[in-house]
């Protein structure tokens, strides 16, 4: 029988499968690892010097990507001045020490950087003890027994030929690592503990508001009032003065808002390619599709791509608008917050609270508002679950998906003889070559595995947008955890144990053939199974924790980042907005780099008594890392919402759950070599220790970490404290939906001359951001960047700016632009006007036939109040005084016109004339 891809040189059907069957059963053929590993090891060393260097020449002449925190921060958070010399930034790197680092990066990138190097030093120590032991101990197990003679360096190393007494130094290292392991855990807990305690001390956090609120969640319908909110905090004890705030429905609005920003940006990107050149304009106009459903078309058609964004920016401005002059008619949701008159007291409730569930309800400290994810706040706990448990399935079918390409990369890439196996060609090809082909296999599979994983924190993110997280910071830390197991799952269980796992399928099927498959199942050897299975993939996890050297160089460079913003700018049109956002510091991603850091601290607790050299490997990683990622979090990168060092007991528990899988790998080694009883009867006590000392630290530590303080006050402890004189909880969490400033079109000045031929046809004024709910105070200037005098007649405006001034600096303080700079909490409005002067911006405003330019003395947008900071929108109560609607006559109310015709001045809105109280409490009594 003739086969058609018989003249390609693969095996014949048959004789392919049958070879494929033994493979996937046998995937770890070590005949090219060693040469795999010197190639991985000099290709992973070699590009992290290369890299090294590169960052080294490129430092000094590019701060925009080098040290753009240095160029943006205010004199507080800047980090230490660093000259132009090739190796000057290694200085302020060693020397700067953690209680800098806490006040000039924050907690959370300090507490990356004390887990970044306590796994460093952890490595350090068990690799002396590890390859200490371990090393000397396999090579002359091996020897002695004569069952490795023939094979290459790194089987030798691994303990398939260690019988007998020599097992148990598997057992007493076990207890020593993991001695080691709680100890670098105790030592970092108290270090932690410290750390989070100057956090709640530090100013930022005793003159904010959200340190002396509660969150209370799941609200039943008859206690969703403001008095409401009061009376059950009031249930947990006598707790104080306070003030109580139910949220109000805000229906479509942010996704309103939304819209609204996109057609900006899209209106912006149209520009920036149409007014590319300003002097020789494109004899046609853009046009663009109609939305689909947009009101004003019946069908979707293409029309004038700049009258209609421009026209449906207005629309939405209007609709927004009325949107929120509706809000205080909308029904209340079943969370709000309480805010007290100091930290101790929020505290205080918070802590006897933890335990309990008022009238059903959830009270637990308020995070920042702008790390709040305010849809999630109103969904009752079934659909919190149902979310979760949607996530979940989603996630665990990713994991189960991603089985198959992982065991495939297994068998084939992880060894490419398998693949010459089943192509005979091929096979000719590595014989000829070796050297080459074993370069490929010691950077293929890992590679592939890398640039797979580069995307799962990206998808998992998206995923748990869904599970109803009340916070950004929450979401962060389930991703990390969902990341890690999925790492774990699929790397240490299926790739590694891949082979086992089908060599047992494969024996039972082949005894279920013959009839006997009870003698296939009791012979089968599993546990002898999973040790060859480890050891003869152990070459691979070297190779793959080489690479990450490179990985760590890479980051130092940021030639990714360089490389885009060149390739952004010259080759393609970036509209100012972008070319803005390009020059921002970049935000770090701390799910994905803890779970790496963990995921590698896993690898070499597991691998460690099979290829003892995956210790110093990693031991290098980390101390690489250290370097590294210190300059990056000092020059390069913001924390994008501050949680305080709130990701340290996940840390913590992974790094024991390591520790107890690595426990179990050995304990299933020693019951293989079935040398002693005793010698698994004492492996069971490691558990206790792990979880003794987990119990521990929870009941010592984890309360400390939370809370301020933890002891109730009642009015026979002492007097309460006396009603807030500035009570600013109903602004400062109502929904930023309510007064968020809407975002104008930025056009660059080469083209302003070209504005009032562009706009053709405008309509909808911009009405201002007013509204009657109670949670929301207006002022005339919400931001001081908005300009003097805009026409409030049918207009349509844009912001001009000239190129100076397209840089994150100028706009640092900018609503619209916080969130690309850490939500400001990076910049000082105060420190940063006396540093440089404000740049000036001009608004472009057609009003009939006319254009006019309004120019803004200063880009900030917060008002500052007795000392304190506080972001635009949250303005305090007592402070705002409003003044009566002010319309001319010639004007109609907005309620009696169409959306397309309303015009008016709402410059000063009374906005608290008609709302309810707030809920009050002073000793207990409403």
């Known amino acids: 029988m003739s086969y058609p891809w018989s003249g390609v040189g693969v095996l014949p059907r048959d004789d392919a499968t049958d070879q494929f069957l033994k493979l996937i059963q046998n995937p770890f053929n070590t005949e090219l690892s060693e040469k795999a590993f010197w190639s991985s090891f000099g290709y992973s060393f070699g590009a992290a010097l290369l890299f090294a260097l590169l960052f080294c020449i490129l430092r000094p002449y590019n701060g925009t990507v080098y040290a753009p925190r240095l160029k943006h921060a205010d004199e507080k958070h800047a980090p230490p001045p660093v000259d132009k010399g090739v190796f000057s930034w290694v200085s302020p790197v060693v020397k700067t020490r953690e209680q800098v680092l806490a006040e000039k990066?924050?907690?959370?990138?300090?507490?990356?950087?004390?887990?970044?190097?306590?796994?460093?030093?952890?490595?350090?120590?068990?690799?002396?003890?590890?390859?200490?032991?371990?090393?000397?101990?396999?090579?002359?197990?091996?020897?002695?027994?004569?069952?490795?003679?023939?094979?290459?360096?790194?089987?030798?190393?691994?303990?398939?030929?260690?019988?007998?007494?020599?097992?148990?130094?598997?057992?007493?290292?076990?207890?020593?690592?993991?001695?080691?392991?709680?100890?670098?855990?105790?030592?970092?807990?108290?270090a932690v503990t410290r750390l989070r305690r100057q956090y709640f001390d530090s100013p930022e956090y005793q003159e904010s508001l959200h340190s002396r609120t509660l969150m209370i969640t799941d609200i039943p319908p008859t206690y969703q009032t403001d008095t409401g909110v009061s009376q059950i905090v009031d249930e947990v004890g006598n707790t104080g003065s306070h003030s109580g705030i139910v949220a109000r429905n805000v229906k479509g609005l942010p996704?309103?808002?939304?819209?609204?920003?996109?057609?900006?940006?899209?209106?912006?990107?149209?520009?920036?390619?149409?007014?590319?050149?300003?002097?020789?304009?494109?004899?046609?106009?853009?046009?663009?599709?109609?939305?689909?459903?947009?009101?004003?078309?019946?069908?979707?058609?293409?029309?004038?791509a700049i009258d209609y964004l421009t026209s449906r920016i207005e629309r939405l401005k209007a609709d927004i608008i009325v949107k929120r002059k509706s809000v205080d008619q909308q029904k209340t949701l079943s969370y709000g917050f309480a805010s007290y008159t100091n930290i101790e007291e929020a505290h205080n409730v918070a802590f006897a609270a933890k335990n309990k569930h008022p009238q059903g309800t959830t009270i637990q400290l308020a995070p920042k508002p702008s790390d709040l994810i305010w849809e999630n706040l109103p969904l009752d706990r079934h659909r919190r679950r149902w979310g979760t448990f949607m996530n979940n399935f989603w996630v665990a079918v990713l994991t189960v998906v991603w089985t198959v390409p992982n065991a495939l990369i297994a068998v084939f890439l992880a060894n490419l003889s398998n693949l010459g196996s089943v192509w005979p060609d091929f096979q000719d090809q590595l014989l000829r070559h070796q050297r080459t082909w074993g370069a490929i296999q010691g950077i293929l599979a890992p590679l592939v595995t890398t640039l797979f994983y580069l995307v799962l924190p990206v998808i998992f993110r998206r995923l748990s947008v869904y599970a109803g997280d009340y916070s950004r910071t929450a979401r962060e830390r389930h991703v990390t955890h969902k990341l890690y197991a999925f790492f774990v799952f699929n790397n240490l269980i299926v790739f590694s144990l891949f082979s086992t796992a089908w060599k047992y399928v494969a024996a039972v099927k082949e005894a279920e053939r013959n009839g006997d498959i009870w003698t296939a199942i009791v012979n089968s050897h599993p546990f002898g199974n999973l040790l060859t299975a480890f050891c003869d993939v152990s070459p691979f996890w070297l190779n793959y924790l080489l690479q990450r050297n490179f990985g760590a160089a890479l980051d130092l460079s940021q030639l990714i980042k360089l490389a885009r913003g060149y390739f952004t700018r010259k080759l393609l049109n970036p509209t100012p907005r972008e070319r803005i956002e390009l020059s921002a510091p970049p935000p770090f991603d701390y799910a994905a780099y803890y779970n790496n850091f963990l995921f590698y601290s896993t690898i070499a607790l597991v691998f460690a008594p099979f290829q003892p050299l995956v210790l110093p490997v990693t031991a290098f990683y980390f101390t690489l890392d250290t370097f590294t990622k210190s300059y990056l979090l000092l020059y390069v990168f913001v924390t994008k919402h501050e949680s305080g060092g709130a990701f340290w007991r996940v840390l913590v528990n992974r790094l024991l759950f390591a520790a107890l899988l690595a426990n179990v790998v050995t304990t299933i080694f020693i019951i293989d070599r079935r040398e002693s009883v005793t010698q698994i009867i004492l492996m069971v006590p490691l558990l206790v220790i792990l979880a003794g000392f987990k119990w521990y630290c929870r009941r010592t530590f984890d309360d400390d970490l939370r809370f301020y303080s933890k002891g109730m006050r009642g009015t026979e402890n002492g007097t309460l404290s006396t009603k807030p004189k500035h009570d600013r909880v109903g602004v400062r969490f109502g929904h930023p939906a309510l007064y968020k400033k809407l975002i104008v079109p930025l056009v660059h000045e080469k083209a302003n001359h070209l504005l009032k031929e562009l706009i053709r046809d405008q309509s909808d004024a911009d009405f201002g951001l007013t509204n009657d709910y109670s949670d929301t105070y207006r002022l005339q200037r919400l931001s001081t960047h908005q300009s003097g005098q805009i026409n409030a007649t049918g207009d349509a405006t844009f912001e001009v700016i000239n190129e100076s001034q397209m840089n994150f600096q100028h706009f640092r303080g900018r609503e619209e632009f916080r969130e690309f700079g850490g939500d400001g909490d990076l910049y000082d409005t105060q420190a940063s006007r006396s540093r440089s002067s404000s740049p000036t911006f001009r608004r472009y405003t057609r009003s009939n036939s006319d254009v006019s330019l309004s120019h803004n003395a200063s880009p900030t947008n917060e008002l500052e109040f007795e000392g304190a900071t506080y972001p635009t929108g949250y303005h305090p109560p007592s402070a705002f005084q409003p003044q009566p609607l002010i319309r001319q006559s010639s004007q109609i109310s907005a309620e009696q016109e169409p959306v397309s015709s309303r015009q008016g001045d709402w410059a000063d809105v009374n906005l608290l004339g008609d709302i309810a109280p707030m809920g009050k409490s002073t000793n207990g009594k409403l």
């Open 105 to 190: 990066i924050g907690v959370d990138a300090t507490l990356f950087l004390r887990f970044t190097k306590m796994s460093r030093n952890l490595m350090i120590a068990l690799s002396i003890i590890g390859c200490g032991v371990y090393i000397p101990l396999n090579l002359v197990e091996n020897t002695r027994n004569n069952a490795l003679n023939h094979t290459n360096a790194f089987i030798r190393l691994t303990p398939l030929g260690v019988w007998g007494a020599a097992c148990w130094a598997h057992v007493i290292v076990s207890y020593v690592f993991d001695i080691l392991i709680c100890g670098f855990i105790w030592w970092n807990y108290r």
């Open 255 to 304: 996704e309103l808002i939304e819209e609204h920003d996109e057609v900006v940006k899209e209106l912006e990107s149209v520009l920036a390619k149409y007014l590319k050149n300003p002097d020789k304009l494109p004899a046609k106009r853009p046009r663009c599709k109609t939305q689909k459903g947009d009101p004003c078309y019946s069908v979707v058609t293409k029309v004038d």
